[in-house]
């Protein structure tokens, strides 16, 4: 379409719906071109990083907590394992396992919660998550069923539902004891059935034709789907220590509104589930590659709304996971490991539902923090959703305002981005003259 | 009687209503534009309407009718309680009474400090709870 003069159309959304926190979109389109998309939504937890200047060691796992809302455990097991590399101690056998039986519980919550609830809504052409609830009521009961059972897991074994106070750099405070598990157990034979079904429900939606040639970053561990340890690995032969982390990864201030974008050695990429299920499918159970499959998910996909798809067998998976570790359990000796303080630098990098969450620490002497440095996922996603929606929006160019806003909040909502800690109120401006 | 701190998790929410016969939530509100509810107190009666009113408490029959989206969704979970509380009607799990307090509060600023006029507020609420916790058990004694 050609206008004689310029012409801007200017969509304005005051907040982005059904992500967590608040989001900013401005798309500009002149004269039938895109010319401009700014996407900044996340501001770092900087309040934290100098807030915990000064203290202990000891209180990273439970300051660092308050920073989400929805993914607590994880940054508690990035600044553990941050610690826990300054202090030079390993915890392993059934701490271990029990840390990985929390973050189990906290995938689940988290993705059944952002598929049904939160993105479920867009492939259906709802306006929220109500009116789910009014035509697919079975679906949602099932929905929230199961996600109370994520919490469920993170309160047996965390002492609360939502900000786990039993963790502690080392391990935990108490251990539970195997019949603490019980309960819970005999609702994990039901949640194994309803992830499936979450599979094979999400495989039935209408995908957007849309495929990209991605860098997917994630953890990947020698012996499984990872969680908590292993080196980090790109799809295009990224393969370092995670202490190597700031040598490869930088943030740079771009663009008119200051936004903060990550960069692999100079080049964008892409964090979370769909990075993760690419760079690790051969260590997902049998059970979740074959729903994976039955799903029309290949080995690698590169379609972002599918990561819908990829959540649903993350939570499979991660049933799995819970059904394997409590069948296993013999409660420890001790609930943690000793801790001796000396000073130095550690890294901690874990898998939050939204991908990978780097921590690193400086202690002195006494085990007081000098220093602190926390990059979460969805700030480091923040230039991959910018280019998506650029991609994205130039065959749609021509679509009517409100169609195209709904289209690139649900291309956005791909990511699940998690930006509770945003400290202003941001807007979605599509100028269009 | 059970008194809960919630972080607001929507789902968690739901969870509550369907067991419970009367339900009282308090939450931070954001500034209204219009009256939404009964107002029970405006922080300053001369500021205009499009001023900030720290402290003014709304108080709304959520079983009544629906409840504002614009009220109660600042909170830093995109499924809060104004989704909860509607997705709960949808699926028929509201309880037989539930009361929602939005106290408007004056800052959202990380690691700040309770303002005067919310606390203010916050005295008067719990007087205002004291009544409704009382008619509350009259009538769902039947």
């Known amino acids: 379409?050609?206008?004689?003069?310029?012409?801007?159309?200017?969509?304005?959304?005051?907040?982005?719906?059904?992500?967590?926190?608040?989001?900013?979109?401005?798309?500009?389109?002149?004269?039938?071109?895109?010319?401009?998309?700014?996407?900044?939504?996340?501001?770092?937890?900087?309040?934290?990083?100098?807030?915990?200047?000064?203290?202990?060691?000891?209180?990273?796992?439970?300051i660092t907590a308050r920073i989400c809302g929805i993914c607590p455990v994880a940054y508690q097991m990035s600044s553990v394992h941050a610690m826990e590399d300054v202090l030079g101690a390993t915890v392993g056998g059934q701490l271990r396992e029990l840390r990985r039986l929390l973050y189990c519980g906290e995938w689940i919550e988290s993705h059944i919660l952002h598929v049904y609830m939160l993105h479920a809504p867009d492939f259906l052409g709802y306006q929220d998550a109500i009116q789910i609830a009014a035509d697919h009521p079975d679906a949602v009961n099932m929905a929230l069923a199961l996600k109370r059972i994520g919490n469920e897991i993170v309160s047996t074994l965390g002492g609360r539902e939502i900000h786990p106070i039993n963790v502690k750099v080392g391990g935990f405070y108490r251990a539970p004891s195997k019949k603490e598990f019980r309960p819970l157990r005999e609702e994990l034979n039901w949640a194994l059935e309803a992830a499936q079904k979450a599979v094979v429900w999400t495989a039935t939606l209408p995908f957007p034709d849309f495929e990209?040639?991605?860098?997917?970053?994630?953890?990947?561990?020698?012996?499984?789907?990872?969680?908590?340890?292993?080196?980090?690995?790109?799809s295009k032969g990224l393969d370092i220590p995670i202490n190597e982390y700031e040598e490869h990864?930088?943030?740079?201030?771009?663009?008119?509104?200051?936004?903060?974008?990550?960069?692999?050695?100079?080049?964008?990429?892409?964090?979370?589930?769909?990075?993760?299920?690419?760079?690790?499918?051969?260590?997902?159970?049998?059970?979740?590659?074959?729903?994976?499959?039955?799903?029309?998910?290949?080995?690698?996909?590169?379609?972002?709304?599918?990561?819908?798809?990829?959540?649903?067998?993350?939570?499979?998976?991660?049933?799995?996971?819970?059904?394997?570790?409590?069948?296993?359990?013999?409660?420890?000796?001790?609930?943690?490991?000793?801790?001796?303080?000396?000073?130095?630098?550690?890294?901690?990098?874990?898998?939050?539902?939204?991908?990978?969450?780097?921590?690193?620490?400086?202690?002195?002497?006494?085990?007081?923090?000098?220093?602190?440095?926390?990059?979460?996922?969805?700030?480091?996603?923040?230039?991959?959703?910018?280019?998506?929606l650029r991609e994205f929006i130039k065959p749609r160019i021509d679509l009517p305002v409100d169609e195209l806003t709904l289209q690139c909040e649900q291309a956005v909502r791909n990511y699940d981005p998690c930006i509770s800690c945003a400290t202003h109120f941001l807007k979605l401006n599509i100028d269009r003259g | 009687m059970e008194i809960l701190e919630s972080t607001g998790d929507g789902a968690e929410l739901i969870e509550h209503f369907s067991r419970a016969r009367a339900v009282i939530l308090i939450d931070a509100?954001?500034?209204?534009?219009?009256?939404?509810?009964?107002?029970?107190?405006?922080?300053?009666?001369?500021?205009?309407?499009?001023?900030?009113?720290?402290?003014?408490?709304?108080?709304?029959?959520?079983?009544?009718?629906?409840?504002?989206?614009?009220?109660?969704?600042?909170?830093?979970?995109?499924?809060?309680?104004?989704?909860?509380?509607e997705v709960a009607r949808a699926l028929g799990k509201l309880p037989e009474r539930l009361i929602i307090y939005g106290i408007e509060a004056k800052s959202f600023e990380i690691g700040g400090e309770m303002s005067e006029e919310v606390g203010a507020a916050v005295e008067e609420v719990a007087t205002l709870i004291g009544r409704d916790w009382t008619t509350a058990l009259t009538s769902v004694a039947s």
């Open chain 1, 1 to 62: 379409m050609t206008q004689a003069t310029a012409n801007e159309k200017k969509i304005t959304v005051d907040y982005l719906a059904r992500v967590e926190g608040e989001g900013a979109l401005n798309i500009v389109i002149r004269d039938g071109e895109l010319r401009e998309v700014e996407f900044n939504i996340f501001e770092p937890p900087r309040f934290f990083e100098a807030f915990m200047r000064g203290r202990s060691y000891t209180e990273a796992p439970d």
């Open chain 1, 212 to 234: 990209r040639d991605y860098e997917f970053v994630s953890l990947r561990h020698p012996d499984e789907y990872p969680f908590n340890e292993g080196r980090l690995v790109s």
């Open chain 1, 249 to 388: 990864f930088t943030e740079e201030h771009v663009g008119r509104t200051n936004a903060l974008q990550s960069h692999l050695n100079g080049r964008p990429y892409f964090v979370g589930p769909l990075a993760r299920y690419n760079n690790n499918f051969d260590k997902l159970s049998p059970i979740a590659q074959d729903a994976a499959q039955a799903a029309g998910l290949g080995a690698t996909c590169t379609n972002p709304f599918k990561s819908i798809i990829v959540r649903a067998v993350e939570s499979l998976e991660a049933v799995h996971e819970a059904i394997r570790i409590i069948d296993q359990y013999e409660e420890p000796d001790m609930p943690a490991v000793e801790m001796e303080v000396k000073a130095g630098r550690g890294y901690g990098c874990t898998e939050a539902p939204r991908g990978t969450l780097y921590h690193s620490y400086e202690l002195d002497d006494n085990g007081l923090i000098v220093d602190a440095k926390i990059v979460p996922p969805t700030s480091q996603n923040q230039r991959i959703i910018e280019d998506d």
């Open chain 2, 29 to 85: 509100a954001h500034r209204a534009a219009e009256v939404v509810g009964s107002v029970y107190r405006v922080a300053d009666e001369n500021v205009s309407s499009d001023s900030p009113r720290p402290g003014s408490i709304h108080r709304i029959d959520a079983v009544a009718g629906p409840v504002p989206i614009s009220l109660l969704s600042g909170t830093s979970h995109a499924f809060g309680v104004a989704e909860a509380v």
